[in-house]
């Protein structure tokens, strides 16, 4: 039931209103609203037995395993949550000034500036992006005014992996850079040769991951950054994968100018059911320039906003304030509360627990992408053969898996390896959670042999059975009119 | 090991099984020479205990000033039951909801959402959510360069009166796409974009015409002439709008004879905290026809295959996921526990609830500018309809006196000075329904002490 | 899943115990434990993913209808929550000092007990009680105190009316009386004539709720009085049926000499899943020497503990402190929200909904146990009928309806109705939930006639079927042992 | 209205259904001189914004001095995780599970909370919660004289070393039924209750002793030894223990050659914030051949029709709703919601966590005493083995040594004066893991400086 179905006309919550007369007509009538928008009508305990109803019908970390590959679903301290919300932190308005009003939160936000410099291995670092792609964006629009800064206008294409996550290429629009994409070889790298012919006066850049979306560490990086460089080019880090290589391997160390990061996948912050996330960018010496503002400064044990005064050639602001600051908060709790050794196991347990998952699943006979490779902090399984044999295909294993109560890892992502499971199973999870999703796909793909329907059908235990998508695109239905 | 399960039996059973000695070796593809040999200058951790107390002492610091700032943050009452429901795990900590099936939980919310927002603004649809009011009027900005079918300009005319930053803001999201941002100025007397002004620009092509309502003064803009007149000449609008203000003001689906193309605006009113500027959420709305150009998720109604009702993201070519370099904007990551966070608020206050908090907030700040008389040497700015924000003038220098204030743990006002140097001494106030009568009197005392105080020591 | 099955040896939560070598050598051997208890050792992940898989499979206020009737189950303010637990209050000691760490949160309670003397019409209030049975047990001992500071040592008797709560006859047994009980006219009245028979000399008082557990108002309370006050008994008010007359009618006004009130009942304080619940005392004249302590004064605009100084013949101290302190800041949350007008609404509207589900289920061919009388905040349905012609019970009739999405009434109590229902909506749910309960039991009905084993297998989509209460006692298992 | 959900036309068709003219009507019953004329002087309603507003305010004024004091009531550490999860509507806003089925959240929940309490106390079997520790002493006392066949007696002896509010609450709780409390003197050089000073109740009966561990003062009784003179003569043995003090003392079933018959106390230092004393949970433990005796629910596991496990309340023929005036207690609802907090607070910390908890509010306290030696005019009472509290003698008066270090925000601890004159001017005082070095370091200095202070004063 929608919660306008528990609407009646008439029906106010008067404890969360202001109370008294509050006369309007000084405003003239030319500028008033005349009918109410359709704002539901409901007590307040209908609202929360609503609200509180609807969340039950979610999966989600806290409640199930989550091996979403690419995005990093791992424990979100509570914590984190409840320390971010103290009410010093909530009530302060972004305009409060900083010198009186301000200094605790700057303090942290410094703080975690220098803590994400230390584990990208970059110059400096800006906070202000507010997802993954805003940061692809901040990286993309650095490496495009650094070329302009040089006069160097004619470099007008960014090169992308194939395997690259959708938001790359887009984000090379966005910045107005034409794409041209790069093909991977048969082991999950990087075609070098390929890169090779590409690479030219015209190659603004490259934007990679490593480990790649692919789930493998890039290991030719070194090759990759030095075409690039001498092509002229500059290289960014797509920062999502970072989780697999915390502490043992910096981006700044293998050649990147420029990163994003998601702290809402590496670093716990949670991701809300869509977000707030939170992609802060660092960069080389190259690019520190341009850096997006602000940024925060410390001069003389106070801190400050570094704004366009400092930062003149800066490719400006991303966001009215300073981005996501409670989830920066976030952040910066989770990094204190791992310290420098904690960090470090991070990439280790994350690589373990896929390592270990990659071969329990190959052991039950599943197919691995590259199976010669060790896997990084996720691994890429296709079922081409099951889909072919059974004709249950990847999404009917996915909404099985449903059925069986682990979230589903991502399916058809990248896209060129056919009827494939991109899983990652994060350091938070332990082992027999990993052996009871291993026999999870062990018996349904027993039921895929023996009875297909039964896959093509699911999920039969949640809330609704498989939602029609091509419908939802048909019938275009999202608004509720009544 | 903090937040890791593993025992060393578990890592030794593990490792043989991968066939590994050691988690060491797990990282053999990666080129030695690169392999950091340090663990860096981090600092060693601390216990939650540990961190709560740096927290707490941090947060301390901030303290909690009486506030009169808005310009673009506003200060409201948020519902316990707001937070303490949009901070369950299963909604804080889901991802974006890929799994239909398993996320009916959040789409069904954001349906809901959607509707809301829909008939908030009037338009026919909603997304579900952009990262905040700036960046969601450069996605408009960039859809309706997009939209455009009448016209070929990348050209798009944005008044001085448009929250200065969203201005910076807009720019450095559209200019890689050779978009130009015409600025439109206004009346320094009146604070708003005088229609008659853009007669000079009726030869010229633009693609889009940017109304923001209330303006960054606070002002009201003449929405329905201006809205006219971008459709008379095949220009797109769009609205930027408070959705408080909503509840009170004409929604931009009904500005001028045929309302605006796209609506967008800043949604941190509705249940966000002020925290220092973000989390927050943009939101943008747009007609039906526009729908396959509007950028972010958009959730849509659906069957199971028993024909019951449930929900999906739809639409899902128009993004990056899946048309890649040609999506509608680079888009992924949304806002989407501020969106649940205002879901569950609009439930909470539902319409006359919305209204009697908008039509409070606007009280309180008639009723602090009819009291200004008390104190000399303060004027309006502008003499125009408004709704909860002022500009007032002073006839002291605005710095010296909010830094005095703001030790007296009064932050009086947003100095327009950086911003808008021809105003002069000019101080933009904004009550909410938070501030009473007691706070408003403060205000008065306090203002009126720090100036008379600030002329004698300039005397 | 028990939380020991997740658990490994070895396995810790480091960020949640304190750091650093804390010797322990200076605790002789002698005193010191030899084998670590069996806790469970699970991440912080693992805690928090169990306990919110383990809420899910409860129903609650803020999930479900829960008309259980004598429970008062409405809405629990999420304010309430929210503000009785800021830091200032949490954090304070029990034993700070009050004139410099105190004064806040004595404000609120001292404004708690002027408030409850209000609605309750006594002389004074202590809110020490930790729950309604500890609030009786105060009464009944204050009763006892009474007599015995009059040296009228003979009352060994207290009455108590058939249809009693369990803890009415429970408590007098703790303080040292011996029970006897009053039965219950047709009407569902007390047996005036019965009661006349039985009061005497021997007897110390009576208890009695009004409206009683019967789900009707006790019309010849005036009588009742009189009869024991003349006979020289006391008047104990079982204050759980309060939110049926709140502003209506007033305790004292009827003549009670003390009265508890059901804090988690009334006053809208959540129930936690069996508690912690607030039993506040109020009394007459009468009893006025006899309160126990603390109670907390006013003198010259500051506040203070009351104790035995002030009031030398107390029954004493009932708990450490002064009992559920947060609990009595959430009552005092409500009661300030709802306003005298507030108030007086809940009695109307808790009223109405009762009688409209009444009159809803008597329509649908139920049968009331009391039909020629108006229902107070509930009232009850007999399932006997039912129960002879298809074999399905009233127990069944309840198991059926959590299948619907409703948690069951009140079932087996009071035992004077055979096969009974005590139902209680209360005044915060709407008229289509009842509605939609109304609907619910229709359809049982029709499912008891065609299909009985439906309802005795019943529950059927629950985390459990129907659990074998009997074998729990037979087989005890009351800790787990691996 | 407030919490009210019915509009204007859903009362009339109500009123309809119900054939009655009014909401008056409904009250017709109520004789007429008994109705209630006006509506009685509460305060007008407030708005949770409002309320937040002045809550907020008396909240501060409470304000958060740096504590020392324990005395039964202990700052621990309360992970956030604890209450973010309790505080679930699920758990939050359920009753006592009565409906099995429906409540298998809270039960198997309790289920493992008296797993671990039954470990932790080294006993058979738990109940789900009492109201408190000093409650639950008192319902240990009515159930061992019950208990104890071997005699009729109705005498307990409890030592001065239990805290003196829990003997006043137990003499409130027993008196009535004719129980008498023998109090046992302690010795006011060791702190503790000299084991050979029971043999001159040798030849009398008791149903039972009272055994402390530590007792009020933080001092280890010799639990052995007087656990075994209760079993020799016949006497049950009621322990009183802390729990986080289980975590390194040795568990009271183990006590002497055979343990105590109940174990029992106060539950606030797991998971319960101070909070001015309450909510907190008392917990008690017993033998398996007490357990029909014991107060309380009890959770039982069992099978469903399917024969899988589930849980639901058991031994209820114990309890006031079916055995009423023969139930071993009046005790309906308990804590439920802080034994829910105490569970995750048992399963975050582990055996190993909690371990740590025990030793390094010991090792705090130690190193307080260790650096005492810098105060003159301190010095311990006591030099006899100790649990994370002491008591300090000092050369000045308490009372307004206390005072003044509470307008320095330092509460130095507790003045035992009142309840034992004898022992002087002397302080209880307690750390715990909440202490670190610096505060320990204030509350030296703080103390010497207000000492030295006074001490000049006088003279
Ligand atoms: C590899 C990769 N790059 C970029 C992104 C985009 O990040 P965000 O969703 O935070 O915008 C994602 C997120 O899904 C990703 O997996
Ligand atoms: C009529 C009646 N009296 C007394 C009580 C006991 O109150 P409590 O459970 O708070 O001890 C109850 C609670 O169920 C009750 O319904």
Same mark, same amino acid.
């Given at each position: 039931?929608?919660?306008?179905?528990?609407?009646?006309?008439?029906?106010?919550?008067?404890?969360?209103?202001?109370?008294?007369?509050?006369?309007?007509?000084?405003?003239?009538?030319?500028?008033?609203?005349?009918?109410?928008?359709?704002?539901?009508?409901?007590?307040?305990?209908?609202?929360?037995?609503?609200? &509180?109803?609807?969340?039950?019908?979610?999966?989600?970390?806290?409640?199930?395993?989550?091996?979403?590959?690419?995005?990093?679903?791992?424990?979100?301290?509570?914590?984190?949550?409840?320390?971010?919300?103290?009410?010093?932190?909530?009530?302060?308005?972004?305009?409060?000034? &900083?010198?009186?009003?301000?200094?605790?939160?700057?303090?942290?936000?410094?703080?975690?500036?220098?803590?994400?410099?230390?584990?990208?291995?970059?110059?400096?670092?800006?906070?202000?992006?507010?997802?993954?792609?805003?940061?692809?964006?901040?990286?993309?629009?650095?490496?495009?005014?650094?070329?302009?800064?040089?006069?160097?206008?004619?470099?007008?294409?960014? #090169?992308?992996?194939?395997?690259?996550?959708? &938001?790359?290429?887009?984000?090379?629009?966005?910045?107005?850079?034409?794409?041209?994409?790069?093909?991977?070889?048969?082991?999950?790298?990087?075609?070098?040769?390929?890169?090779?012919?590409?690479?030219?006066?015209?190659?603004?850049?490259?934007?990679?991951?490593?480990?790649?979306?692919?789930?493998?560490?890039?290991?030719?990086?070194?090759?990759?950054?030095?075409?690039?460089?001498?092509?002229?080019?500059?290289?960014?880090?797509?920062?999502?994968?970072?989780?697999?290589?915390?502490?043992?391997?910096?981006?700044?160390?293998?050649?990147?100018?420029?990163?994003?990061?998601?702290?809402?996948?590496?670093?716990?912050?949670?991701?809300?059911?869509?977000?707030?996330?939170?992609?802060?960018?660092?960069?080389?010496?190259?690019?520190?320039?341009?850096?997006?503002?602000?940024?925060?400064?410390?001069?003389?044990?106070?801190?400050?906003?570094?704004?366009?005064?400092?930062?003149?050639?800066?490719?400006?602001?991303?966001?009215?304030?300073?981005?996501?600051?409670?989830?920066? #908060?976030?952040?910066?709790?989770?990094?204190?509360?791992?310290?420098?050794?904690?960090?470090?196991?991070?990439?280790?347990?994350?690589?373990?627990?896929?390592?270990?998952?990659?071969?329990? #699943?190959?052991?039950?006979?599943?197919?691995?992408?590259?199976?010669?490779?060790?896997?990084?902090?996720?691994?890429?399984?296709?079922?081409?053969?099951?889909?072919?044999?059974?004709?249950?295909?990847?999404?009917?294993?996915?909404?099985?898996?449903?059925?069986?109560?682990?979230?589903?890892?991502?399916?058809?992502?990248?896209?060129?390896?056919?009827?494939?499971?991109?899983?990652?199973?994060?350091?938070?999870?332990?082992?027999?959670? #990993?052996?009871?999703?291993?026999?999870?796909?062990?018996?349904?793909?027993?039921?895929?042999? &023996?009875?297909?329907?039964?896959?093509?059908?699911?999920?039969?235990?949640?809330?609704?059975?498989?939602?029609?998508?091509?419908?939802?695109?048909?019938?275009?239905?999202?608004?509720?009119?009544? | 090991?903090?937040?890791?399960?593993?025992?060393?039996?578990?890592?030794?059973?593990?490792?043989?099984?991968?066939?590994?000695?050691?988690?060491?070796?797990?990282?053999?593809?990666?080129?030695?020479?690169?392999?950091?040999?340090?663990?860096?200058?981090?600092?060693?951790?601390?216990?939650?205990?540990?961190?709560?107390?740096?927290?707490?002492?941090?947060?301390?610091?901030?303290?909690?000033?009486?506030?009169?700032?808005?310009?673009?943050?506003?200060?409201?009452?948020?519902?316990?039951?707001?937070?303490?429901?949009?901070?369950?795990?299963?909604?804080?900590?889901?991802?974006?909801?890929?799994?239909?099936?398993?996320?009916?939980?959040?789409?069904?919310?954001?349906?809901?959402?959607?509707?809301?927002?829909?008939?908030?603004?009037?338009?026919?649809?909603?997304?579900?959510?952009?990262?905040?009011?700036?960046?969601?009027?450069?996605?408009?900005?960039?859809?309706?360069?997009?939209?455009?079918?009448?016209?070929?300009?990348?050209?798009?005319?944005?008044?001085?009166?448009?929250?200065?930053?969203?201005?910076?803001?807009?720019?450095?999201?559209?200019?890689?796409?050779?978009?130009?941002?015409?600025?439109?100025?206004?009346?320094?007397?009146?604070?708003?974009?005088?229609?008659?002004?853009?007669?000079?620009?009726?030869?010229?092509?633009?693609? %889009?015409?940017?109304?923001?309502?209330?303006?960054?003064?606070?002002?009201?803009?003449?929405?329905?002439?201006?809205?006219?007149?971008?459709?008379?000449?095949?220009?797109?609008?769009?609205?930027?709008?408070?959705?408080? %203000?909503?509840?009170?003001?004409?929604?931009?689906?009904?500005?001028?004879?045929?309302?605006?193309?796209?609506?967008?605006?800043?949604?941190?009113?509705?249940?966000?905290?002020?925290?220092?500027?973000?989390?927050?959420?943009?939101?943008?709305?747009?007609?039906?026809?526009?729908?396959?150009?509007?950028?972010?998720?958009?959730?849509?109604?659906?069957?199971?295959?028993?024909?019951?009702?449930?929900?999906?993201?739809?639409?899902?070519?128009?993004?990056?996921?899946?048309?890649?370099?040609?999506?509608?904007?680079?888009?992924?990551?949304?806002?989407?526990?501020?969106?649940? %966070?205002?879901?569950?608020?609009?439930?909470?206050?539902?319409?006359?609830?919305?209204?009697?908090?908008?039509?409070?907030?606007?009280?309180?700040?008639?009723?602090?500018?009819?009291?200004?008389?008390?104190?000399?040497?303060?004027?309006?700015?502008?003499?125009?309809?408004?709704?909860?924000?002022?500009?007032?003038?002073?006839?002291?220098?605005?710095?010296?006196?909010?830094?005095?204030?703001?030790?007296?743990?009064?932050?009086?006002?947003?100095?327009?000075?950086?911003?808008?140097?021809?105003?002069?001494?000019?101080?933009?106030?904004?009550?909410?329904?938070?501030?009473?009568?007691?706070?408003?009197?403060?205000?008065?005392?306090?203002?009126?002490?720090?100036?008379?105080?600030?002329?004698?020591?300039?005397?």
């Amino acid at each position: 039931m929608l919660i306008f179905e528990h609407s009646r006309s008439g029906r106010t919550n008067p404890v969360q209103a202001p109370r008294g007369e509050a006369a309007k007509s000084d405003i003239p009538q030319r500028f008033r609203r005349r009918h109410r928008p359709l704002l539901p009508e409901v007590s307040e305990m209908q609202a929360v037995r609503h609200y &509180t109803r609807l969340s039950r019908q979610n999966y989600a970390i806290d409640t199930h395993f989550y091996p979403l590959g690419s995005c990093t679903m791992k424990y979100n301290p509570r914590g984190c949550n409840t320390l971010a919300s103290l009410p010093g932190f909530l009530g302060r308005h972004p305009l409060a000034p &900083t010198p009186t009003h301000g200094q605790g939160v700057l303090a942290c936000l410094f703080e975690l500036q220098e803590m994400l410099k230390q584990v990208t291995g970059m110059q400096e670092v800006s906070l202000t992006p507010m997802a993954g792609a805003q940061g692809e964006f901040a990286g993309v629009a650095m490496i495009r005014a650094y070329h302009e800064s040089r006069g160097d206008e004619e470099r007008a294409e960014l #090169l992308v992996p194939d395997a690259a996550h959708g &938001t790359n290429p887009a984000t090379a629009i966005m910045c107005g850079y034409k794409v041209r994409e790069i093909p991977t070889d048969a082991a999950g790298d990087v075609d070098i040769e390929a890169l090779r012919q590409v690479a030219g006066p015209q190659t603004a850049g490259i934007m990679l991951t490593n480990p790649s979306t692919l789930g493998v560490f890039e290991r030719r990086i070194h090759e990759i950054a030095d075409i690039i460089h001498s092509a002229g080019g500059l290289l960014y880090y797509d920062g999502a994968n970072l989780n697999a290589i915390l502490g043992k391997v910096r981006p700044g160390d293998m050649g990147f100018d420029v990163i994003h990061l998601n702290l809402h996948k590496t670093f716990a912050t949670p991701h809300g059911g869509g977000g707030p996330g939170s992609g802060p960018v660092g960069v080389g010496k190259r690019l520190l320039p341009f850096l997006p503002i602000p940024v925060v400064g410390r001069k003389g044990g106070s801190y400050y906003w570094l704004t366009e005064q400092e930062y003149p050639q800066s490719i400006g602001r991303l966001s009215a304030h300073m981005g996501n600051i409670g989830i920066l #908060l976030r952040a910066y709790i989770y990094i204190r509360m791992l310290g420098a050794e904690g960090i470090e196991r991070i990439a280790e347990f994350a690589t373990l627990n896929a390592n270990y998952l990659m071969k329990r #699943l190959a052991q039950n006979g599943f197919e691995m992408a590259f199976p010669e490779r060790r896997a990084s902090h996720e691994f890429i399984l296709t079922l081409k053969n099951e889909a072919k044999q059974t004709g249950a295909n990847a999404m009917d294993f996915a909404k099985r898996l449903l059925d069986y109560g682990y979230h589903a890892p991502t399916t058809y992502f990248p896209l060129l390896v056919p009827e494939c499971f991109l899983i990652e199973p994060t350091e938070t999870e332990d082992k027999a959670t #990993l052996d009871g999703f291993a026999e999870a796909m062990s018996a349904i793909l027993q039921e895929a042999r &023996t009875n297909p329907e039964l896959l093509k059908q699911a999920p039969h235990s949640l809330p609704v059975k498989r939602l029609d998508d091509v419908k939802a695109v048909r019938k275009l239905d999202v608004v509720w009119r009544g | 090991m903090p937040f890791i399960p593993h025992t060393a039996d578990e890592v030794r059973e593990m490792l043989a099984l991968i066939g590994a000695q050691n988690i060491d070796e797990l990282f053999s593809e990666i080129p030695l020479e690169l392999r950091l040999r340090e663990s860096g200058k981090l600092p060693p951790a601390l216990t939650e205990m540990e961190v709560g107390r740096l927290m707490q002492e941090r947060a301390l610091q901030d303290s909690q000033p009486l506030c009169f700032i808005g310009a673009g943050a506003y200060e409201h009452h948020i519902p316990a039951a707001v937070w303490e429901i949009a901070a369950r795990g299963e909604f804080y900590s889901a991802y974006t909801p890929y799994q239909a099936e398993a996320s009916q939980g959040t789409l069904q919310l954001l349906y809901e959402f959607q509707t809301m927002m829909a008939s908030l603004t009037g338009m026919d649809v909603s997304n579900a959510s952009l990262y905040d009011g700036a960046s969601a009027l450069a996605e408009a900005v960039l859809m309706a360069v997009r939209v455009n079918h009448k016209s070929k300009s990348r050209r798009v005319l944005m008044p001085m009166t448009v929250h200065p930053v969203y201005r910076q803001v807009v720019r450095t999201i559209v200019h890689n796409q050779g978009i130009e941002l015409v600025e439109l100025p206004y009346c320094t007397e009146c604070g708003n974009t005088v229609p008659d002004s853009l007669h000079r620009f009726a030869d010229e092509d633009f693609a %889009a015409l940017i109304i923001p309502q209330p303006n960054f003064f606070g002002i009201l803009e003449e929405v329905d002439l201006l809205t006219d007149w971008a459709y008379a000449n095949g220009i797109l609008a769009i609205g930027l709008v408070n959705p408080t %203000a909503l509840a009170l003001l004409s929604p931009p689906d009904e500005w001028g004879g045929q309302g605006v193309d796209i609506a967008c605006g800043e949604g941190q009113p509705f249940g966000a905290p002020l925290s220092s500027g973000g989390p927050y959420f943009g939101f943008l709305c747009c007609r039906e026809s526009h729908v396959r150009q509007m950028p972010g998720r958009i959730i849509g109604r659906t069957t199971d295959t028993d024909g019951k009702a449930g929900y999906t993201l739809t639409l899902q070519a128009r993004e990056q996921h899946i048309r890649r370099s040609r999506a509608t904007s680079n888009i992924c990551t949304n806002q989407g526990l501020m969106t649940t %966070a205002a879901t569950i608020y609009m439930a909470l206050l539902g319409p006359a609830g919305l209204e009697q908090v908008a039509a409070c907030c606007h009280a309180a700040t008639r009723k602090l500018v009819e009291n200004l008389g008390a104190i000399e040497g303060v004027e309006m700015q502008f003499d125009r309809p408004f709704f909860h924000e002022v500009v007032l003038v002073l006839d002291v220098p605005v710095q010296p006196l909010l830094d005095r204030l703001a030790q007296q743990q009064l932050l009086a006002g947003y100095h327009l000075g950086a911003d808008y140097p021809e105003l002069g001494n000019a101080l933009l106030v904004c009550c909410t329904e938070t501030k009473s009568d007691d706070d408003l009197q403060q205000f008065i005392t306090l203002l009126s002490e720090a100036m008379a105080d600030l002329r004698r020591s300039r005397c």
